[in-house]
């Protein structure tokens, strides 16, 4: 397993993407700390990260809040008895255009642009000495731009990935993010049951959460060791 002994946290993990790599954390060895804004919408991700015999310490934040980061990033490491991988997944999307108030505009950065921030640059120094690894999820938009106020976020969420992990990477902690498109989740338009199928994207179907969380998993792993800075992208080769 390539996370055993590794102690993790994922924001935004009561479902899609945020809990796939919850539970397949866990499934290569991780304890794993897992974030919502409610701690009943966690319930699932906790008995199924539970039932493959892994610690899960659920927290109720809302990520906007960027005082409480230190705070919960300190309670992460004490329930788990250390911190060494934080994944930022919490994220919201918006029109796909380039309408909206300045409320939404304040809404959507605050959570996909200024909490990343602030939760990365605080979870690494918590990570020192030993160092550790971030994960940042972004977009494949975070490539295409785009004229809605989402696009412009994971633009940012691929520059600041870069940027802080040039900063961070001589003092052990490692950086790097992944840009999914359009995957099998409630912001693609998904639900269970539903085909994959989608026969305008050149694989012909939708990526999936959990090749989702398996490139994480790399990116958390030692086999990435030498990666720093990087935003992988899984959009079923959507250009």
Same mark, same amino acid.
């Given at each position: 397993?390539?996370?055993?002994?590794?102690?993790?946290?994922?924001?935004?993990?009561?479902?899609?993407?945020?809990?796939?790599?919850?539970?397949?954390?866990?499934? @290569?060895?991780?304890?794993?700390?897992? =974030?919502?804004?409610?701690? @009943?919408?966690?319930?699932?991700?906790?008995?199924?990260?539970?039932?493959?015999?892994?610690?899960?310490?659920?927290?109720?934040?809302?990520?906007?809040?960027?005082?409480?980061?230190?705070?919960?990033? %300190? @309670?992460?490491?004490?329930?788990? *008895?250390?911190?060494?991988?934080?994944?930022?997944?919490?994220?919201?999307?918006?029109?796909?255009?380039?309408?909206?108030? %300045?409320? *939404?505009?304040?809404?959507?950065?605050?959570?996909?642009?200024?909490?990343?921030?602030?939760?990365? %640059? %605080?979870?690494?120094?918590?990570? &020192?000495?030993?160092?550790?690894?971030?994960?940042?999820?972004?977009?494949?938009?975070?490539?295409?731009?785009?004229?809605?106020?989402?696009?412009?976020?994971?633009?940012?969420?691929?520059?600041? =990935?870069?940027? &802080? !992990?040039?900063?961070?990477?001589?003092?052990?902690?490692?950086?790097?993010?992944?840009?999914?498109?359009?995957?099998?989740?409630?912001?693609?338009?998904?639900?269970?049951? *539903?085909?994959?199928?989608?026969?305008?994207?050149?694989? /012909?179907?939708?990526?999936?959460?959990?090749?989702?969380?398996?490139?994480?998993?790399? &990116?958390?792993?030692?086999?990435?060791? !030498?990666?720093?800075? @990087?935003?992988?992208?899984?959009?079923? /080769?959507?250009?």
């Amino acid at each position: 397993m390539r996370l055993e002994g590794r102690k993790a946290l994922v924001t935004g993990a009561s479902r899609g993407i945020g809990k796939a790599i919850s539970i397949e954390f866990a499934r @290569e060895g991780a304890e794993v700390a897992v =974030t919502a804004r409610t701690l @009943e919408a966690l319930r699932e991700t906790r008995d199924e990260v539970e039932s493959l015999g892994r610690t899960c310490h659920a927290m109720a934040w809302d990520v906007r809040d960027v005082g409480s980061v230190r705070e919960r990033l %300190e @309670e992460a490491r004490e329930a788990l *008895d250390g911190l060494d991988i934080v994944v930022n997944n919490a994220g919201v999307h918006h029109l796909p255009d380039a309408q909206g108030t %300045e409320e *939404d505009w304040d809404y959507v950065m605050d959570t996909n642009v200024k909490a990343v921030w602030f939760i990365t %640059e %605080e979870a690494a120094r918590v990570m &020192l000495p030993d160092g550790g690894a971030i994960v940042n999820i972004g977009s494949d938009y975070g490539f295409r731009g785009g004229n809605s106020i989402y696009g412009v976020s994971k633009w940012g969420v691929r520059g600041m =990935t870069r940027g &802080l !992990a040039q900063n961070w990477a001589g003092r052990g902690v490692r950086i790097n993010g992944i840009g999914p498109g359009p995957v099998a989740t409630e912001m693609s338009n998904w639900h269970q049951g *539903d085909s994959l199928a989608r026969p305008g994207l050149p694989l /012909g179907r939708l990526t999936t959460p959990e090749e989702v969380a398996r490139v994480a998993v790399f &990116l958390a792993s030692e086999d990435a060791s !030498a990666v720093i800075g @990087e935003m992988i992208v899984l959009n079923s /080769g959507n250009s």
